[in-house]
């Protein structure tokens, strides 16, 4: 499910469970959202297709879950500021100083700042740091993510690339 510290579907998952009285439901909290998710529904499939039962499947996707991160830069603070993260004040000397937080899901689930950067080359470097200072696990490779049109991210995966570092795939 979508992080318990973000929504309140893994608790009304947990409900409807001991509605049906069925103990073959294995419920885990992603403690996360977006593309992670479907990074331990893709493994999970896999271990799927590979035989494995339930309760197994549910055990590696938990052991599997606290490794599996997500760094973002915001290219707007538009929807902090809608979202009521942001006063309007910050939001739009933020957005002059064309400010750039780089965010993360903690490992509570919840949303965490690890940097600010003025400008977008700053922060797609920033990300490329972060990552190259990681202990990267083949098996589960670096993917890239866009919402907005595929220049940022293209201008990461190039400097992802300088390092080193390739991306196994881009999601939208």
Do not use: W
């Amino acid at each position: 499910t979508l992080s318990s510290a973000l929504s309140g579907t893994f608790q009304t998952a947990h409900m409807v469970k001991n509605m049906v009285d069925y103990p073959e439901i294995h419920i885990i909290d992603s403690l996360s959202a977006t593309h992670i998710i479907r990074v331990l529904a893709d493994y999970a499939c896999q271990l799927r297709d590979e035989g494995k039962s339930a309760s197994e499947i549910a055990k590696a996707i938990r052991e599997l879950q606290p490794r599996v991160k997500i760094i973002a830069v915001l290219d707007t603070l538009e929807y902090l500021y809608k979202g009521g993260r942001l006063n309007k004040a910050t939001a739009v000397v933020g957005e002059l100083a064309n400010l750039k937080p780089i965010i993360t899901l903690s490992e509570a689930g919840t949303i965490s700042v690890i940097g600010k950067c003025i400008g977008r080359n700053k922060a797609l470097a920033f990300i490329t740091k972060a990552l190259a200072e990681k202990t990267l696990d083949p098996n589960f490779p670096v993917y890239s993510v866009y919402s907005y049109g595929t220049e940022n991210v293209e201008k990461l995966e190039q400097k992802l690339e300088s390092t080193g570092i390739s991306c196994q795939a881009r999601f939208q």
